[in-house]
């Protein structure tokens, strides 16, 4: 017998919101039927019977935003096999299943524990199946089943931005398009008015509106004037359930900023501008600045200012300061008090950028008047030219006048003026100038071919105010006089071959001349007078100041002749006319067949011996070379075996006294005794010189002893005398230093080198007046004499 289950799931209408299921005869589109299952028969376990399902559902609602205090009830799930007594029990599985949703699993009664909100899921997605308890196999198959939740209008509009920045331009048309807005609402869009948005505007009229529906803001009023006013705030309303009452809303703030437009022309705040300047005042110097106001901003608001008319149109001129909009008036040319005092202009401003539908507003221009008044000031004085140039001959003379200059005082004063030369452009005062007439003059001699221009500076200075003073340059060109000989261009050495017929070219001479004359140069080429019989040679003139060197015989012997002297007479065509000699050096030559030079030196001659002349100057030559090395060799060895000649300590001539004190008196005696320079016979006769040993041993000579009262300056010279003609002094210089300090002094000498000779006839008293410094030197000698007295 085949049985037939039943699994139902029943939904009751729960408080406060209702909860709705689809049957199978009015199955929701969009959400498949599930297939029919297959499940276990309730008498045999090893049989599987097909059931036949009394109806099939698969998709039921729920409210969001549950607010009660109880979980709120879904629906119940109930099958035919339940007979009430607890063997059944169901299960609930998928999204939120244990959580979300719970059922009683003896009743089958589903429920929600939390508030539902369609915004976060809108769609859940079951499975409810119902098992034996005691076996726990299913006694229906599973079973899938969705839970939709509908939504409610519990979500306001929200904006994409908090605060909108938008920028229209000035006076522009009235429904001109400035910034659209959007408002969403997390609200379902199928269900409902809940997410349907309408916008408004709550501030910012009348100058702005907003479309409903697209949330697209425009201008709403005519000729809005940046001038006026810049800034505007704008607030937006977006509601939802289309606008009615109880929908939610959310608003927004637009800021628009009118961009400005080239509607203002430039105006000048007066009609008339005056200002003064310097008649010295040089070109590019500033006067005056006007500025134009114009109300537009940025590159509608840049001027251009030119001079349209006046007097000056060309003598200022007026530039634009990019910085601050202001006109610049400046000099053009030079100003003269003197030929005009007073300037009138007229001065222009307008816009570089004109938008042609603000044409119909007026020109975009102004105009405004300026004077110029030019003050007089002492100005230098002016030369009749900005440079002079001056020609003079070479030749001329000490004070010869060139040329003048002039310039005057442009002052009406006309104040006198002098004249002088700028000694820095003329150091070696070539020329002068008188200071009263400007005139130049020469004072020196000139050569042009030394230096051909001359530039000096010419100084002009008021005389009654040198404060004020002028430069001029002056070029002076000197001009070229036949002052000087024309001569070959070159050191010409030439050769002729031994074998040399007559009339043969060897040589091709050239001139020059420093001069240059104005019709070219011209030279002509003779030889010599002296040389032009009896010569070897001939000259031919090219004519083409060139000259060739020719033979006039045939054959030269180098024997007889190796060497030609060749005089030529070089003169040019000028006047007066210059002339010049120059050598032509002819050398007789070896040759061979086509006529190359292979040897210019004369053989030697062959002597009867066999040996010739060159060969035995040779040899000689060598013999002397040998006889001079053998000599040098000797004086070298006997150089080295030379011994020292100062055996002692006490030469003279190495001994250094330093006095480090004021004055020892007789203590210092002990290292030099003038004595000995005075008495030569003190001298031990054992000591020699030690700088080198002497060629010949000569007795030493016995010089008389000097009188006690010599003069150490006497007697230096005596002895110098008696060393100059001793012949046994070495060859070369000795220096003897002797601290003297010679007669005449006022204090006479206060060395002790005299003492050692004379003792009682000084007088030291003296010494006590020198002061604090002298008082040793007092003390010793004052106290010798007083033990000597007493």
């Avoid at 907003?210 to 509601?239: F, P």
Wanted: hydrophobic share 30%.
């Amino acid at each position: 017998m085949r049985t037939y289950r039943y699994f139902l799931l029943l939904f009751w209408v729960g408080q406060p919101y209702p909860t709705f299921s689809t049957p199978v005869s009015k199955r929701t589109s969009g959400f498949p039927a599930k297939k029919r299952a297959l499940e276990l028969s309730g008498s045999s376990k090893n049989e599987l019977n097909r059931s036949k399902r009394s109806w099939m559902w698969n998709q039921f609602f729920l409210l969001e935003e549950y607010t009660g205090s109880d979980y709120q009830y879904v629906g119940k799930l109930h099958s035919d096999q339940d007979r009430g007594d607890g063997s059944l029990k169901y299960i609930l599985s998928g999204d939120g299943a244990g959580d979300l949703f719970i059922i009683n699993e003896n009743t089958g009664d589903i429920q929600a524990t939390k508030r539902l909100d369609r915004e976060e899921k809108p769609v859940y997605i079951l499975r409810a199946q119902a098992i034996n308890r005691k076996t726990g196999r299913p006694v229906e198959p599973e079973s899938e089943f969705i839970i939709k939740i509908h939504d409610i209008n519990d979500n306001e509009p929200i904006f994409t931005k908090e605060v909108y920045t938008a920028t229209v331009p000035e006076m522009s048309d009235v429904g001109t398009f400035v910034v659209q807005v959007t408002a969403t609402d997390a609200d379902d869009p199928t269900y409902g008015n809940s997410a349907k948005v309408v916008y408004s505007i709550l501030q910012g009229q009348p100058y702005f509106s907003v479309e409903s529906e697209t949330g697209i803001i425009k201008t709403a009023l005519l000729n809005m004037d940046r001038e006026n006013r810049e800034q505007y705030q704008v607030v937006i309303q977006a509601k939802d359930m289309g606008g009615q009452m109880g929908g939610l809303s959310g608003t927004t703030t637009v800021n628009i900023t009118l961009t400005d437009v080239n509607d203002n022309p430039p105006r000048f705040p007066q009609s008339t501008y005056q200002f003064k300047t310097p008649e010295s005042s040089p070109p590019g110097t500033p006067i005056g600045r006007i500025k134009a106001s114009d109300a537009d901003v940025g590159e509608n608001a840049e001027i251009e200012y030119s001079i349209t008319e006046g007097e000056g149109l060309d003598t200022f001129d007026v530039i634009t300061d990019q910085d601050t909009q202001e006109g610049i008036i400046t000099v053009k040319k030079f100003l003269d008090f003197e030929k005009k005092k007073v300037y009138t202009l007229k001065v222009e401003a307008s816009n570089p950028h004109v938008e042609p539908r603000f044409l119909y507003l007026g020109p975009f221009k102004d105009s405004a008047t300026v004077r110029i008044t030019v003050e007089d000031v002492d100005e230098p004085p002016v030369f009749s030219k900005l440079a002079y140039i001056l020609q003079i001959r070479e030749d001329a003379q000490i004070n010869t006048t060139i040329g003048s200059v002039t310039a005057q005082d442009p002052d009406a004063a006309r104040n006198p003026v002098k004249y002088s030369v700028d000694r820095h452009t003329d150091m070696d005062r070539i020329f002068n100038i008188d200071s009263g007439n400007g005139s130049i003059f020469t004072s020196k001699l000139l050569d042009r071919e030394t230096l051909l221009w001359h530039n000096i500076t010419v100084i002009a200075t008021e005389i009654n105010n040198p404060k004020q003073s002028s430069r001029v340059p002056l070029y002076i060109k000197v001009l070229d006089v036949n002052d000087n000989p024309p001569e070959f261009a070159e050191f010409y050495e030439t050769f002729v071959c031994e074998k040399a017929k007559a009339d043969q070219l060897i040589q091709t001479v050239r001139a020059v001349d420093k001069d240059d004359p104005y019709s070219g140069h011209q030279f002509s080429f003779s030889l010599a007078p002296e040389a032009a019989s009896g010569s070897n040679f001939t000259i031919r003139d090219n004519k083409d100041n060139t000259a060739g060197i020719l033979t006039r015989k045939n054959g030269y012997n180098r024997h007889e002749m190796s060497t030609y002297l060749l005089p030529v007479v070089i003169s040019d065509n000028d006047h007066p006319v210059q002339s010049s000699t120059g050598t032509v050096t002819v050398r007789v030559c070896a040759c061979d067949h086509r006529g190359d030079m292979q040897s210019c030196r004369a053989e030697a001659l062959v002597h009867p011996t066999g040996l010739s002349t060159g060969a035995l100057t040779a040899i000689l030559l060598c013999i002397a070379t040998l006889l001079v090395t053998v000599v040098l060799f000797a004086a070298l060895r006997r150089q080295r075996k030379k011994e020292p000649l100062i055996i002692s300590k006490e030469d003279l001539r190495d001994n250094i006294v330093s006095y480090n004190d004021e004055g020892g008196g007789e203590e210092d005696t002990q290292a030099f005794d003038i004595g000995t320079l005075r008495n030569p016979e003190a001298i031990e006769d054992s000591k020699l010189r030690r700088d080198i040993v002497p060629e010949a041993l000569f007795l030493p000579r016995r010089t008389p002893a000097a009188r006690d009262n010599t003069d150490v300056r006497d007697f230096i010279n005596q002895r110098l005398k008696e060393n100059d003609t001793d012949p046994t002094a070495p060859p070369y210089d000795s220096l003897a230093t002797y601290a003297y300090e010679g007669t005449g002094s006022v204090a006479e000498s206060l060395s002790s080198l005299e003492s050692a000779t004379t003792d009682g006839d000084q007088d030291y008293d003296y010494l006590s007046d020198w002061g604090p410094r002298f008082k040793k030197l007092a003390d010793m000698y004052g106290g010798v004499d007083s033990d000597k007295d007493s």
